[in-house]
């Protein structure tokens, strides 16, 4: 290998098609896939697998499974450099699902805040799968021996059993898995509620507190004009503004500006005039986005071709550290 050429190391990242894709996902993950792209090879998968855990329609998830790679395009994300792919066409991840649950404890999976949040959420529904959950999404990244997992905070406890599972079969086999680093973007790692600033903006909110990617201009502007905000008149960053906060957080995802240049420019300006400004903001670039997302999902033809060139190369990849994975706990295999 020519000294000069540097190998590109691996990134790994998904996003469950259930629910309505919000601005939380795209400033905490999505966004970030797209800057990272050239400096990486990168597997963006829509996690199909990891969403049957709590019920779901399904006529719905099926359309959701597809809409979620159009969206992943529609933001910048390109089909014939990176390889983007739906989990259950990559039968890999939930074989090597199983052997990683041999090796990850009952205790560890427990701990699991997601878990605990989710169980207190769907109490009627707590099965099997939501628990080993974090498993599958360690076979997801693990598959692929990715080097960095860009996420939001929300999903780090994830990343770091992810790490202990890998180093835990390293440690029995010998080098295996690459342990990898989660990538949390400093603005945007977790954008939270516009109804309840203290709580994490969530897909499964249909109270007004979060906004959808395909939300409608006046719904973006209506929703970002009702934010929950503090009594006070400053447009700072400050402890206890948690909804101005978040506001600025939002305004500085979609321009790119740091805060201090966004105080500087609301400096003096009320609320009203502020909330307006973010609204306005959000709700071009989301336009734009949708306009590019309608139009890919009109060519179901080239959607389909690319779903499925897309899930051989990363069965291909998959394939290769599930035999090795195989081999190393001791199943045959004949020659
Ligand atoms: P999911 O589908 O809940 O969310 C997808 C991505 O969006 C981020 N995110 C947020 N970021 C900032 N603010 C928010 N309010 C917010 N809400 C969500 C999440 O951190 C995530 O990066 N388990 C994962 C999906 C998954 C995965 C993987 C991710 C499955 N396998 C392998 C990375 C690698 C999940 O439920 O994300």
């Known amino acids: 290998m020519d000294n000069n050429q540097v190998v590109k190391k691996t990134i790994f990242s998904g996003i469950q098609p259930s629910g309505n894709l ?18 990486y090879n990168c597997l963006f998968c829509s996690v199909d697998m990891h969403s049957i855990t709590v019920r779901q329609t399904p006529a719905e998830l099926r359309r959701r499974s597809v809409e979620m790679l159009a969206l992943y395009m529609a933001a910048g994300i390109d089909p014939e450099k990176n390889i983007l792919f ?18 990850t404890m009952f205790g560890e999976l427990s701990r699991m805040t997601q878990f605990k949040e989710k169980s207190q959420k769907h109490s009627e529904n707590i099965n099997a799968g939501l628990f080993t959950y974090p498993v599958l999404m360690a076979a997801d990244i693990l598959l692929y021996q990715a080097d960095l997992v860009p996420v939001g905070l929300d999903q780090k406890q994830h990343l770091e059993i992810t790490r202990d599972i890998a180093m835990r079969f390293n440690g029995v086999y010998g080098d295996t898995f690459t342990i990898p680093e989660p990538y949390i973007p400093k603005i945007g790692m977790k954008i939270m509620s516009l109804t309840e600033p203290d709580k994490k903006m969530s897909k499964s909110d249909v109270s007004g507190g979060s906004v959808g990617i395909l939300d409608r201009r006046d719904d973006i502007i209506r929703k970002i004009k009702r934010a929950v905000t503090d009594s006070g008149s400053e447009i700072v960053y400050a402890d206890g503004k948690d909804g101005i906060n978040n506001l600025l957080t939002i305004y500085c995802g979609f321009t790119g500006k740091t805060i201090e240049e966004a105080e500087k420019e ?16 959000v709700a071009d670039h989301l336009g734009a ?47």
């Open 289 to 335: 986005l949708q306009a590019r997302f309608n139009e890919i999902l009109a060519d179901k033809e080239y959607l389909n071709s690319m779903l499925k060139t897309n899930a051989e190369k990363a069965a291909y990849l998959a394939r290769k550290t599930l035999s090795k994975v195989y081999r190393k706990v001791g199943f045959y295999q004949p020659k």
């Open 86 to 103: 739906i989990q259950s066409h990559v039968p890999a991840h939930a074989e090597l699902a199983w052997v990683l649950n041999c090796y």
């Open 266 to 281: 609301f400096a003096g300006m009320g609320y009203g005039v502020f909330k307006e400004a973010v609204g306005e903001v």
């Open 22 to 39: 919000t601005i939380g996902n795209y400033l905490g993950a999505l966004k970030n896939w797209v800057a990272l792209q050239d400096d």
